[in-house]
């Protein structure tokens, strides 16, 4: 019913930049909010940032500064600017999204993930 897919993933400098990008697709009604997951070998996957449908954000402490999220409603696509990159920043990030198929289901659907690798 929906699909994520993230891109923008890859191999950056310590200092360096990447964009990544999600969009959904399917059948559903609405979305409340997209974000950004991360997942390093050995790690608990946490919270890198997140937005409403509204615009209202949410980052994790460690990228506040360095990271900023934004969507565009209308092509369903939520994107991840990230400067400033540090080695500790490497990991898999997969996309999340939650909202409306109908009045009687809900979705929160993951993306597959995208490697963002950060060199020293």
């Known amino acids: 019913q929906v699909q994520l897919v993230e891109s923008g993933g890859g191999l950056v400098q310590a200092g360096g930049s990447l964009r990544l990008s999600c969009a959904a697709s399917g059948s559903f009604f609405r979305i409340n909010a997209m974000g950004w997951y991360r997942q390093a070998p050995g790690k608990q996957r946490e919270l890198v940032a997140r937005i409403s449908s509204g615009g209202s954000t949410n980052y994790a402490d460690s990228v506040k500064g360095r990271f900023t999220i934004s969507r565009d409603n209308a092509k369903n696509t939520v994107y991840l600017q990230m400067n400033n990159l540090k080695p500790e920043d490497t990991a898999v990030y997969s996309c999340?999204?939650?909202?409306?198929?109908?009045?009687?289901?809900?979705?929160?659907?993951w993306g597959q993930g995208t490697q963002v690798t950060v060199s020293s």
């Open positions: 999340n999204a939650v909202g409306i198929v109908s009045a009687v289901s809900t979705f929160d659907r």
